[in-house]
């Protein structure tokens, strides 16, 4: 018997991945190599705060 893989959850990490790497291209252009550091911890703001607002949420599911 063969087990059915779902290719779900691989699209979801190379998705996570390519937001990742995105972020990283666009803090560094924006702030420079502190920027690289920071990209994670500044799209998790970015997320946070286009999440409580009504007319940006689909941006914010965007970035997941």
């Not at 972020?23 to 999440?51: E, R």
Request: glycine share 4%; charged share 10%; aromatic share 10%.
């Amino acid at each position: 018997m063969t087990a059915k893989i779902s290719h779900i959850p691989v699209l979801l990490i190379i998705a996570a991945a390519f937001v990742v790497i995105v972020a990283m291209f666009f803090w560094g252009w924006v702030l420079g190599p502190i920027g690289m550091l920071l990209s994670v911890p500044l799209t998790m703001i970015a997320k946070i705060a286009l999440a409580t607002n009504p007319d940006t949420r689909w941006l914010a599911a965007m970035l997941e």
